[in-house]
């Protein structure tokens, strides 16, 4: 059965970093691509960034450019989001994701079949 768990959440300052982990079990990681979203509370979800299963290429949302980077661990099934730069708008649960449909833009959380639980990432001095 395809799983996610999230972990790494955590308060940090401001300008402060965090890795979060997506542990993916029931599949590899590098058979379906796997996204970042957040949701802020009394907001939407927000797509953050996404690695694709066929090249490993990625994708980051205007917030995250420059500041997050994702990345892929192929022996210890996990995926990873290195949070820089942390601001308190970077507040949110932050969820990762699979199983998206083809042809979707990865951005709308609609098009994502398989959720992890969030993990909360507080920003805050």
């Known amino acids: 059965q395809v799983q996610l768990v999230e972990s790494g959440g955590g308060l940090v300052q401001p300008g402060g970093s965090l890795r979060l982990s997506c542990v993916a079990s029931?599949?590899?990681?590098?058979?379906?691509?796997i996204a970042w979203f957040r949701q802020a509370p009394g907001k939407g979800r927000e797509g953050v960034s996404v690695?694709?299963?066929?090249?490993?290429?990625?994708y980051y949302s205007d917030s995250a450019k420059g500041r997050f980077t994702i990345s892929r661990d192929n022996v210890k099934n996990t995926v990873y989001l290195q949070m820089n730069s942390l601001k308190p708008d970077d507040t949110a649960v932050y969820y990762c994701?699979?199983?998206?449909?083809?042809?979707?833009?990865?951005?709308?959380?609609?098009?994502?079949?398989?959720w992890g639980q969030g993990t909360q990432v507080t920003v805050s001095s």
């Open positions: 029931g599949f590899t990681v590098d058979y379906y691509a």
């Open positions: 994701a699979t199983e998206p449909r083809s042809g979707s833009r990865w951005y709308d959380p609609r098009i994502w079949n398989r």
């Open positions: 690695i694709s299963n066929s090249d490993g290429s990625t």
